[in-house]
């Protein structure tokens, strides 16, 4: 008979321990991100003991855990992030994932396909004169 311990994810057998593995982050929401929304990555790794989680933006530490939030998310959110999933046995990187936050005027001039630089000018005419605004 093989003796088992309840966690709040899974049922693990106590024999059996093993370092992390299939260590994967997703980002939610998928698709395009902009400027003043929130952002969700998410790790998920298979490991006994279960593994702690740490989140890195290039080489710089920015979170733990295994949910990483951001709300309010600006421009200088963009850039590669990975989780490292780590207990007594062993540890292991995801792959990184891309987060690109797109600038909220960018944003609108895509959605609208109306840029121009500079931007266009309006002229209104009245009465034979012109005033240009």
Same mark, same amino acid.
């Given at each position: 008979?093989?003796?088992?311990?309840?966690?709040?994810?899974?049922?693990? =057998? #106590?024999?059996?321990?093993?370092?992390?593995?299939?260590?994967?982050?997703?980002? !939610? =929401?998928?698709?395009? &991100?902009?400027?003043?929304?929130?952002?969700?990555?998410?790790?998920?790794?298979?490991? !006994?003991?279960?593994?702690?989680?740490?989140?890195?933006?290039?080489?710089?530490?920015?979170?733990?855990? /295994? &949910?990483?939030?951001?709300?309010?998310?600006? /421009?200088?959110?963009?850039?590669?992030?990975?989780? %490292? /999933?780590?207990? %007594?046995?062993?540890?292991?990187?995801?792959?990184?994932?891309?987060?690109?936050?797109?600038?909220?005027? #960018?944003?609108?001039?895509?959605?609208?396909?109306?840029?121009?630089? =500079?931007?266009?000018?309006?002229?209104? #005419?009245?009465?034979?004169?012109?005033?240009?605004?």
């Amino acid at each position: 008979m093989t003796n088992t311990c309840q966690t709040s994810e899974q049922v693990l =057998p #106590r024999g059996d321990v093993y370092p992390p593995k299939n260590v994967s982050v997703s980002i !939610n =929401p998928s698709g395009e &991100i902009v400027e003043g929304d929130s952002v969700t990555l998410s790790c998920s790794s298979d490991s !006994n003991p279960p593994a702690e989680i740490s989140w890195f933006k290039e080489a710089t530490i920015v979170g733990s855990g /295994s &949910i990483y939030s951001v709300s309010k998310i600006s /421009s200088n959110h963009s850039g590669e992030y990975k989780c %490292k /999933s780590r207990n %007594k046995h062993g540890e292991k990187d995801s792959d990184i994932a891309m987060l690109n936050v797109i600038e909220m005027d #960018r944003f609108f001039c895509v959605a609208s396909q109306w840029c121009h630089t =500079p931007p266009p000018s309006v002229v209104i #005419r009245h009465w034979g004169s012109a005033i240009k605004i």
